[in-house]
């Protein structure tokens, strides 16, 4: 099973009146940018670069990053910079941008430079993602919810055609228009980076991804709905004709190790509640805009009766497979069992949890990287 170190790269600076909803009712697109502190910003940037180069030094199979907007819950509005700048201070993990938007890119051929760049950058060891960007973020960048769809399907288009054909060619579209396509450089992976996509239980989107036989990713859910979203995925690949390999599935999921049961869920505790109750103040109206869901991923949501994270206990958060908190052992086999019930290869593990200081993330990668990463390589390597 491979292990990937995901970060948001969150600005845990509130302010002490956040618990007011009425005047805070999110932390994305509404809450001013006049409580970014840049000298914070600068120190917050370096040390999280720092935690993905360390996880590359204690073994982790790949690095992740990912692009959000107009928010303090993550800020890499460009994963593309922040892949650039790991590109050449690591030497062994793969680096996923689990992805760029591009959806609410005004110029796909810019994602398609930048992505190839990156590609010879780091000498193969890219994974490129692509998503479509949260409800919200469309409204960042003046694009329809209701355009999501298509105009993630054409860019991504242009995109894989840009660095599998040969140009100048010219390519009208729907929602872009170039007489000439002819990228520089193309892609040192052939015929293009390995592509890796997010889901939230779309069928669409199952269909597309297993059409492509491309990388699913889950995002943050029950265990339960988890399941029905991969075994949808792994339902389209069958329903055209083949079987998707566990290295295909990756479940991305918040994981805390502490020395021990008790103290695990004591030091997990306040920056659990704070990605969720906090980091993730979201409405679903800002999430699932009008128009941004088709009708069945939209009966799918309901159907799946989710409470908007915020009004999720830390107990609910943990029964219901939000998150992973244990000493050692206990997550070992948590894991194991989720990996068993789910049919995952991969997982995207979120090791830095929305406030978590610089020093509880180094201990928390430590102890993963040195409790749970060798059982599991140990029990391939036997079963091998």
């Known amino acids: 099973m491979k292990f990937n170190f995901f970060h948001l790269m969150p600005y845990p600076y509130l302010p ?39 996880a590359d030094a204690v073994g982790f199979d790949g690095i992740v990053v990912n692009e959000h907007h107009q928010s303090g819950y993550g800020m890499m509005p460009s994963p593309n910079i922040m892949a650039a700048a790991l590109a050449r201070r690591t030497s062994n993990s793969s680096i996923l941008v689990l992805g760029n938007a591009i959806p609410i890119r005004g110029n796909p051929l810019r994602v398609a430079e930048e992505v190839a760049m990156l590609d010879h950058l780091t000498n193969g060891r890219l994974v490129s993602g692509f998503v479509r960007g949260i409800g919200w973020e469309h409204f960042a960048h003046s694009v329809s919810p209701a355009e999501s769809r298509s105009r993630f399907n054409e860019a991504f288009d242009l995109i894989r055609k ?45 269909r597309w991804v297993a059409e492509n036989r491309f990388l699913y990713v889950s995002v943050y859910a029950p265990t339960a709905v988890v399941k029905t979203w991969f075994d949808g995925y792994r339902g389209a690949a069958a329903d055209i004709g083949y079987e998707v390999e566990r290295e295909k599935i990756a479940l991305a999921v918040p994981v805390f190790i502490g020395e021990n049961e008790r103290s695990a869920h004591e030091e997990a505790r306040r920056h659990v509640e704070w990605l969720f109750h906090k980091g993730l103040r979201q409405s679903l109206e800002m999430v699932f805009p009008p128009g941004y869901m088709s009708p069945p991923a939209l009966r799918g949501l309901l159907k799946a009766n ?28 948590r894991i194991g069992e989720l990996r068993d019930e789910l049919g995952f290869g991969q997982m995207m593990t979120m090791l830095a949890i929305g406030d978590m200081p610089a020093e509880l993330v180094r201990r928390n990668t430590d102890l993963f ?16």
């Open 16 to 54: 002490d009146d956040f618990d007011d909803l009425e005047k805070y009712p999110s932390m994305s697109l509404t809450y001013s940018n006049g409580n970014f502190d840049p000298a914070r910003g600068v120190q917050l940037y370096h040390r999280y670069l720092d935690e993905l180069e360390y």
């Open 162 to 206: 840009a660095w599998t054909t040969p140009g100048p060619f010219e390519w009208v579209g729907e929602h872009y228009e170039y007489r000439y396509v002819n990228v520089w450089p193309r892609p040192l992976q052939s015929p293009h980076p390995p592509i890796a996509v997010p889901g939230a239980g779309s069928p669409e989107t199952m």
């Open 306 to 333: 989710l409470k908007p994270y915020p009004e999720l206990s830390y107990s609910e958060l943990v029964e219901q497979g939000y998150v992973i908190v244990g000493g050692p052992e206990s997550v070992r086999n």
């Open 369 to 384: 990287a040195s409790e749970v990463v060798p059982h599991f390589r140990t029990a391939l390597a036997t079963a091998g």
